[in-house]
């Protein structure tokens, strides 16, 4: 689950890659998210079935990169939780050009302290990663993982731009 996904950006990517790599070993997977692009209409779930599905003995895997209105709904489920930590942008990076953007991420920053409700914390970088500690707590654990990425996706891109 992600506050919203697309195809081609970092949380997507790992959203995309991760439920066809559980999927391929026969794991029962679903994507929720707030907004998804066109494309993963039919793909992703709403986040509200997220509370009708999830139950004790599932794992709800959670990407955070952003204030999510929806985090809640993850934190109550009965499921076990990883929470995979992105990092937020600085608001001032979007200050000028997207205040709505800049808001978000100032939230996004003012929300870490609850995801100490996870039962795992995973972060993309050692920057991170101490980013999260010093939200959650120095003596909880968080592993450093970053992204998976699918190398093959490069070869579209490659022969996409390849001169005849």
């Avoid at 692009?37 to 793909?43: R, S, T």
Wanted: with cysteine; proline share 5%.
């Amino acid at each position: 689950m992600a506050t919203n996904i697309r195809v081609g950006d970092a949380i997507g990517n790992l959203a995309l890659d991760a439920l066809r790599a559980l999927r391929l070993h026969g794991f029962d997977t679903r994507l929720y998210a707030r907004e998804m692009g066109p494309e993963l209409w039919g793909v992703a779930e709403p986040v509200e079935s997220l509370s009708k599905h999830a139950r004790a003995g599932d794992l709800v895997f959670y990407q955070y990169s952003v204030a999510d209105p929806d985090l809640g709904v993850v934190l109550d489920s009965p499921a076990a939780k990883v929470c995979f930590y992105h990092g937020v942008t600085p608001a001032r990076f979007f200050k000028a050009q997207d205040s709505d953007m800049a808001a978000a991420c100032r939230a996004g920053e003012a929300g870490l302290p609850r995801l100490e409700g996870f039962d795992g914390l995973i972060a993309a970088t050692s920057f991170t990663a101490a980013e999260l500690r010093a939200a959650v707590g120095e003596s909880r654990r968080v592993h450093l993982v970053p992204p998976t990425l699918n190398l093959a996706r490069f070869a579209e891109v490659d022969a996409a731009y390849r001169r005849p």
